[in-house]
Each structure stands twice: as C-alpha cells, then as structure tokens.
C-alpha cells in the first residue's frame, strides 16, 4: 500500500508552464509504475502520461505528446509532470495513481493508489 499527495497546481495563462509533483508515503515507490491523469469539470478523468517502474519507459496521451514531460525520482519517491505551452483546454483537477504492473496503462482501474488531485486552472 502507498498514500501519494500531489502538488504544485495553480492558476496560470495560457502559453506558461508548471511542474506537477507526486509524493509517495513509502519506499516500495520505486515498484509502482505511475501514472498522470486529470479530471475536467463534467468530463471523465483521462489518462494523460504514465512512466514505468525500472526501465522509466514513458507514454503519453496525444494531448500531452510534445508539451508534457514525465518524470520520476525513486530515491526521492517523487513523480513529476513538466507542463509547457499550457492552454485553456489543460484546466483540469490532475491526478497521480500507483500500478503494480510492469506496462503503463492507460484505464483507470490498472491503477491501485490514487491521490487527492491537485488543481490546475489555465486562464487565456
């Protein structure tokens, strides 16, 4: 089991950047592949970057691909999604979830360990 906290949302306009950051509570982090998803007001939450556990492979949504990077830490037990070239459309409640398997996916429920979403609003 692991409790993760995310951080680093805000309000920002469009064509600026903001890094994401994901805490987890324990060291087994380094086992999980994680993921990045978000939730937009009446939408369902989306996948958006996922990155495994050992080799550090990433996956992108086509949404994300070119702007979004995703990144991890172990020895910090940190993940972290570098948001650039930000727009209206990202303005989003995102999340960090852990998965046990070895492959990112990008279904919801691969996904385990889910935590309490941090707020990303993009002004134009």
């Known amino acids: 089991q692991i409790q993760l906290v995310e951080s680093g949302g805000g309000l920002v306009r469009a064509g600026e950047s903001l890094r994401l950051s994901c805490v987890g509570s324990?060291?087994?982090?380094?086992?999980?592949?994680m993921g990045w998803f978000r939730q937009a007001p009446g939408k369902e939450r989306e996948f958006v970057a996922g990155?495994?556990?050992?080799?550090?492979?990433?996956t992108y949504a086509d949404s994300a691909k070119g702007r979004f990077t995703i990144s991890r830490d172990d020895g910090k037990k940190t993940l972290y999604l570098q948001m650039d070239r930000l727009n209206v459309d990202d303005t989003a409640v995102y999340y960090c979830?852990?998965?046990?398997?070895?492959?990112?996916?990008?279904?919801?429920?691969?996904?385990?360990?889910w935590g309490q979403g941090t707020q990303v609003t993009v002004s134009s």
């Open positions: 990155i495994t556990k050992r080799d550090g492979r990433t």
């Open positions: 324990r060291d087994t982090f380094q086992y999980f592949t």
């Open positions: 979830a852990a998965s046990i398997l070895l492959d990112v996916k990008m279904t919801l429920g691969e996904y385990s360990y």
